[in-house]
């Protein structure tokens, strides 16, 4: 397996992070199409009942999904 480290460019992920007592842990949502999902509109239909919680930091700085 392989383990990715991302440090977004959002001030508010970086101030949820420092509430937190562990990491945040990110995922790339891919869509059945096999792309990703770039807004949350596309996000929410395909997320597990038990995700916790999303944070929509709006559209990012690019305007592309990211990469690793």
């Not at 562990?22 to 997320?47: C, K, M, W, Y």
């Amino acid at each position: 397996g392989e383990l990715a480290l991302r440090v977004p460019q959002s001030e508010s992920l970086h101030q949820v992070q420092r509430l937190l007592p562990a990491p945040l842990v990110l995922s790339n949502e891919f869509l059945p199409d096999g792309n990703s999902a770039t807004t949350i509109e596309q996000l929410l239909p395909h997320l597990p009942p038990q995700t916790a919680l999303v944070i929509n930091d709006g559209p990012c700085r690019y305007g592309t999904p990211s990469t690793v």
